[in-house]
């Protein structure tokens, strides 16, 4: 019996080891809970959590649980005991170090030690759930990146039906991933262009490669086409089978329609440069021709076979070939243009030229300079024009300082431009004082307006002035007189931006005229006006009078005993009294009044607008006064006296002969009442009478 009992110890112990090793090979930790205790736990437990059995001994199996996991665990554990059904359970054990560790779980109810427990098994997933994590953030990233890519993303299966789009893709076209999932490509392609992508994806799957840059149009939602280019590659599945395709696209309506506009463009450009006059060329860093146009062809007379590829010096004269080159150099240093260089160059024949070249850097795409191109201009025949154009300007300008005449040119605001020599006289100035000069500051304030409006006529009109008569003031004060021809300036297109002038000094010519015209009008002995001038002033005056409403004085007066004078003392004695007289009476008289000499010792006296005949009077009186302080010239005292004469405008005659008659009848009259006195008019003829007694 014994035996026996030790046979059956020893088969159990056995059947335990059996059942661990059996365990362990699962990879399954087991354990018993009881009260929510720790009873029980297997070799495998103790190694994956770190804790041995002993130390497991009373701990509750919620303080292993991850906190976050806690509620869910123990609502399964309650679901799988209650219904004797053990469900799988996922969650994070805490192992003693603190590390969490995946577990799959299975519950299930037992008896132990006679009371009722829980029996749980468990495998270790944390790898497979790092690989679930790893895998779940990949296709997030993945999924990520085909929502924010500006590519269009698609994949399909082998009938060409969506089974994916990204959001890039559904703003290409304007549908929604609703509108384009199952169905197929053509949906957004349609006509030849669909078949061009049945054909690209006939062709991933027969060779298992992609097919790229493929350019296609495609239709949006709205009707609008677009122009897209797309990769296609093939879609497999875990054995490597191809179950589908992938397709990454992107629109290039926008590059498409650049790259025509370039062509375009290039045409154009083309086009222009084999148009224009001005030659163009690009040549390498060593100079080489690469291209040029025609222009350029004709302007050096080679072929264009010859042309391309020769080297600058070929045609550039040898004495400026290092002018050329260090230009060609500036240009490579400094990323600048060069302006308009001007240079010499030979043509085929030997002829040679003289161009204007401007040099530019020419750049590859990283901007570094390889090259220089050109635009350049025959300006032979215009040196050639400019040689002729300068020495006819110094036979001009020789011309222009040699003559007599003035020579000047003003600008649109009458500010002087040039002016020859004689011009510099004339004004009494300097080249340098008058350059700038405006024209008020050299012609008399009341001429001004006449100037502007002589300019302004040649202005409106474009038609010379031949003779413009006018005076200038010099700069030390002096008035002189010239006679001005005026011709419109006028630029390049013809506009008049000023006048040029040739004045001659008429001063003298000027001078005579007006001392002929003053002995027409003027004594010569005094200057004053004469009969003549007189009259004229008489016929205004009485014309003022009439719209007026004034009256006019006529003062007539002679000298007593001047004939006495004249004879005793000589006519020279004489001349200088009437002189002095004449002299006197400008001192009391107004700057209106006239007074002129009738001839003999005979003077008038015109006084217009006078408001009384008292008026008259008190210069009449003033003029007795006057005379009765001596003359005293050449060692001679004259004591002289006067007789006046006054008729007053309407009172005593309407007209001017009328008037000077009656003057001159109240002056004999003067005289007989005992000279030196004067006496008004009386109309009845009867006597004169003093003003001092009348009433106005």
């Known amino acids: 019996m014994k035996k026996t009992g030790k046979q059956t110890k020893s088969r159990i112990n056995g059947s335990a080891e059996l059942a661990e090793a059996l365990v362990r090979c699962a990879g399954t930790g087991i354990y018993i809970v009881q009260d929510g205790k720790f009873q029980y736990a297997n070799l495998l437990f103790q190694e994956l959590t770190g804790y041995t059995e002993k130390e497991l001994q009373g701990v509750y199996s919620l303080d292993l649980i991850h906190p976050d996991d806690r509620e869910t665990v123990r609502k399964k554990a309650i679901k799988s005991l209650k219904g004797g059904n053990s469900l799988p359970c996922e969650y994070r054990l805490i192992k003693k170090s603190g590390e969490a560790m995946w577990v799959l779980e299975r519950l299930t109810s037992t008896e132990y030690k006679g009371k009722r427990a829980a029996v749980g098994s468990f495998m270790d997933i944390t790898e497979r759930k790092q690989s679930e994590d790893a895998l779940r953030r990949s296709e997030e990233r993945y999924r990520t990146i085909m929502d924010e890519t500006h590519d269009d993303y698609f994949e399909t299966d082998l009938a060409g039906n969506y089974t994916f789009v990204n959001d890039a893709l559904c703003r290409s076209v304007g549908h929604t991933a609703e509108d384009l999932i199952g169905k197929k490509y053509n949906v957004t392609t349609p006509g030849d262009d669909a078949k061009k992508i049945y054909e690209a994806f006939h062709q991933v799957y027969l060779a298992g490669q992609p097919v790229k840059a493929l350019t296609f149009e495609f239709v949006r939602k709205d009707g609008s086409t677009g122009v897209g280019e797309i990769s296609a590659f093939p879609l497999r599945n875990e054995k490597g089978d191809i179950v589908g395709f992938r397709g990454v696209s992107h629109d290039v309506t926008e590059r498409v329609l650049m790259e025509e506009a370039l062509r375009r463009s290039e045409d154009k450009y083309r086009t222009v440069l084999e148009g224009m006059e001005e030659s163009y060329y690009e040549v390498d860093l060593a100079g080489n021709f690469t291209f040029f146009n025609e222009s350029l062809r004709r302007g050096l007379g080679y072929s264009r076979e010859e042309l391309i590829g020769m080297n600058y010096k070929v045609y550039t004269p040898p004495e400026i070939v290092e002018k050329v080159f260090q230009a060609y150099n500036q240009v490579y240093h400094t990323g600048e243009p060069i302006k308009w260089f001007p240079m010499g160059q030979i043509m085929k024949d030997g002829t040679r030229l003289i161009v204007e070249n401007s040099i530019f850097p020419l750049r590859n795409e990283k901007g570094e300079v390889v090259g220089f191109r050109g635009v350049g201009r025959d300006i032979t025949e215009r040196i050639k024009m400019e040689e002729a154009l300068r020495r006819s300007e110094e036979r001009y300008r020789t011309i222009l300082e040699e003559i007599e005449e003035g020579y000047y040119e003003v600008d649109i605001a009458g500010n002087i431009t040039f002016v020859n020599k004689a011009a510099c006289r004339q004004f009494g100035r300097s080249e340098k004082e008058l350059i700038g000069l405006n024209y008020r500051a050299y012609v008399p304030k009341e001429d001004v307006k006449s100037m502007y409006k002589a300019w302004n006529k040649v202005y409106r009109t474009g038609e010379a002035l031949r003779s413009y008569p006018f005076a200038t003031i010099m700069k030390d004060g002096t008035q002189i007189f010239l006679d001005n021809s005026i011709s419109p300036l006028r ?22 005229e007006q001392k002929l015209a003053d002995m027409a009008t003027h004594d010569s002995l005094t200057g004053l006006p004469n009969r003549t001038l007189l009259n004229d002033r008489l016929a205004m005056g009485l014309a003022l009078s009439r719209r007026s409403g004034n009256r006019l004085a006529v003062m007539m007066l002679d000298l007593d005993k001047f004939k006495v004078i004249n004879d005793t003392m000589g006519h020279d004695v004489g001349d200088q009294l009437l002189k002095s007289v004449a002299e006197r009476l400008e001192g009391v008289t107004r700057k209106s009044d006239t007074i002129a000499r009738m001839g003999g010792d005979e003077f008038v006296l015109v006084l217009p607008q006078v408001s009384q005949p008292a008026n008259a009077a008190n210069l009449a009186q003033r003029i007795l006064t006057i005379f009765r302080e001596p003359f005293i010239f050449d060692g001679h005292q004259l004591n002289v006296t006067t007789s006046v004469g006054i008729a007053v405008y309407p009172d005593d005659g309407k007209d001017a002969e009328i008037l000077l008659k009656n003057a001159d009848t109240a002056m004999y ?23 001092a007694q009348i009433g106005v």
């Open 491 to 512: 630029n390049k297109e013809g506009k008049i931006v000023g006048f040029r002038s040739v004045s001659r000094d008429v001063t003298e010519r000027k001078q005579f």
């Open 669 to 691: 009259w003067a005289k007989e009442q005992g000279r030196d006195g004067y006496r008004f008019y009386s109309g009845d003829g009867a006597e004169a009478y003093d003003k």
